[in-house]
T-cell receptor, first 112, second 107 residues
């Protein structure tokens, strides 16, 4: 257990639907990062939050949004889902960048 | 925006052989990370390289960083089957990743 908790582990939904992925960072980590990994692809950086504030945006679609709550957990909302959104979604947390980042086990989203 | 390029993307090795994976990045990055990912699994941190000339070793893996050349290397010594995985490098504040190197070690 890395200490970063992602729920749900698996999610199957239909096109056009909306889902919410949840991430609880390691205790004490203020930063949360979201990544998308499509089948046999690298990791695409989506967004970074630090202590509730958005710090950076990557290749995040307008249909996707995220937020970090006062208790530091984060949610990634994916709407108007398309088949191409099927992927593994990882979050990672960090206390200090010199120590690296810890990844959760991911949420596997399948859009049918 | 930082661009990270890894090569090779696919690597098939014989057990006992040595090889190096290269990670080039496009702009200044004050640190470089290496991760390992097994199929369908999460990413495991291998190394964090913080400065020019940094070298870190863990078992059969050794990573180095040359910030002037914007290059990091991951050297594999005497490969064993257990090292089969995908290896990613990442740099910059938001950890932009390379495409990954899929390593297969064959007996």
């Amino acid at each position: 257990d890395s200490g970063v908790t992602q729920t749900p582990k698996h999610l199957i939904t239909a096109t056009g639907q909306r889902v919410t992925l949840r991430c609880s960072p390691r205790s004490g980590d203020l930063s949360v990062y979201w990544y998308q990994q499509s089948l046999d692809q690298g990791l695409q950086f989506l967004i970074h939050y630090y202590n509730g504030e958005e710090r950076a945006k990557g290749n995040i679609l307008e249909r996707f949004s995220a937020q970090q709550f006062p208790d530091l957990h984060s949610e990634l909302n994916l709407s108007s889902l398309e088949l191409g959104d099927s992927a593994l979604y990882f979050c990672a947390s960090s206390a200090q960048r010199v120590l690296g980042y810890t990844f959760g086990s991911g949420t596997r989203l399948t859009v049918v | 925006e930082l661009k990270v390029e890894q090569n090779p993307l696919f690597l098939s090795m014989q057990e006992g052989k040595n090889y190096t994976i290269y990670c080039n990045y496009s702009t200044t990055s004050d640190r470089l990370y290496w991760y390992r990912q097994d199929p369908g699994k999460s990413l495991e941190s291998l190394f964090v390289l913080l400065s020019n000339g940094a070298v870190k070793q863990e078992g059969r893996l050794m990573a180095s960083l040359d910030t002037k050349a914007r290059l990091s290397t991951l050297h594999i010594t005497a490969a064993v089957h257990d090292l089969s995985a995908t290896y990613f490098c990442a740099g910059n504040n938001d950890m932009r990743f390379g495409a990954g190197t899929r390593l297969t070690v064959k007996p």
